[in-house]
């Protein structure tokens, strides 16, 4: 596969429609393996998103699209297709804000495969634009010479392009300021070590991988001077849900007075919901933490819970950058609306 390079960073494609196939990075495969999926049949773009082939908010929402494109080519029912593409990951909105683009299209001319085409194209180019825009933003928050927590992959894999969070170190990377990057591991699944490590590296920015456990440590010993993580959803007051121990993080960082903000395009921003007490937490299978590949680590028959998201209260955040631009706390909710009523 050809390799796709940004303007300010990313050398890769998470995401990409050629030749009339939805080709994706295998992130299950990362870092050892790049391998990329050419996939033309609805079920295998629906497994891709379920087994987390393709993963973060707004990259599941552009496959969706792109699945609806695969579905209208494959001559499926679009009803069923949408509906199929809705059941793959409960908790991310941006998979539901895309398939009702979709929706609209299909509403106004049908299962015109260049029409839908046509709007999946869109989303992604303004998915694009606004990662440019959040790094922009972010990138002015950022000291010279600071050291920057984040927590799972909110990257280019996890993106069209550039990221959410690591939109704004990708930014504040190419102005020089001269940032180094904490990683935590992110487990069970272990986006952060896995993929948020290889894609900074293999773009040249410094990165350093900790044990999740190690992030108060290194709070208490002054050496983490902010935080920026993504999110999957994010309610009406600011209250965001993102991967699992994104909370823990929050809590910690609040404690020890450090800045910690939510990157999220404004397609992540459901304004439907009140507060993160609505948001609808997804349950992944025990495996994920029972086993590492084919290694067992908990004894047989023991209980597992594995919730793939927690829900962090915006009072514990120092802000939420869009790319309609920053919700400063402690005001966070009304900058959301203000955003919302400015389109």
């Given amino acids: ?4 390079r940004a303007s300010i960073g990313s ?7 050629r030749n009339d196939k939805l080709v994706l990075l295998d992130q299950t495969r ?3 393996e790049e391998i990329y999926l050419e996939l033309d ?4 773009v629906a497994l891709a998103i379920e087994r987390l082939v393709v993963r973060g908010a707004p990259a599941i929402g552009i496959a969706a699209a792109w699945g609806m494109v695969v579905a209208a080519r494959q001559k499926l029912d679009l009803v069923e297709a949408e509906a199929r593409l809705a059941r793959t990951r409960p908790t991310a909105v941006n998979l539901f804000w895309a398939l009702a683009r979709m929706r609209g299209v299909i509403t106004a001319h049908g299962a015109d495969v260049a029409r839908l085409t046509a709007e999946a194209r869109a989303i992604d180019a303004e998915d694009v634009a606004a990662s440019k825009k959040m790094g922009e933003i972010g990138a002015e928050l950022v000291p010279h010479g600071a050291t920057i927590l984040t927590h799972c992959n909110a990257g280019a894999l996890a993106t069209a392009e550039l990221g959410t969070a690591l939109a704004v170190i990708r930014a504040a990377h190419a102005q020089k300021k001269q940032i180094r990057v904490i990683a935590d591991e992110t487990r069970p699944v272990l986006q952060g070590a896995r993929l948020t490590a290889w894609e900074l590296a293999r773009d040249g920015i410094d990165v350093t991988v900790i044990p999740d456990g190690a992030v108060a440590h290194l709070l208490g010993r002054g050496e983490i001077d902010l935080a920026f993580v993504g999110a999957d959803r994010v309610a009406a007051n600011g209250d965001a849900a993102n991967k699992i121990g994104t909370r823990g993080v929050a809590g910690l960082m609040k404690l020890h007075d ?3 903000y939510v990157v999220a395009p404004w397609s992540t921003v459901d304004r439907s919901i009140a ?3 609505e948001i609808v937490i997804e349950e992944r299978p025990a495996r994920e933490v029972t086993h590492v590949g084919d290694v067992q680590l908990v004894p047989t028959g023991v209980k597992v819970r594995n919730p793939a998201f927690d829900v962090t209260p915006a009072a514990w955040l120092a802000g939420i950058i869009t790319e309609r631009g920053l919700c400063r706390a402690p005001n966070i909710g009304a900058d959301l609306a203000r955003q919302a009523e400015s389109r």
């Fill in 11 to 17: 050398s890769f494609r998470a995401v990409d429609y």
């Fill in 275 to 277: 507060s993160g007490a």
């Fill in 258 to 260: 450090r800045p910690l």
């Fill in 1 to 4: 596969m050809s390799a796709f």
């Fill in 41 to 44: 049949a609805l079920e295998d």
């Fill in 30 to 32: 990362l870092p050892m």
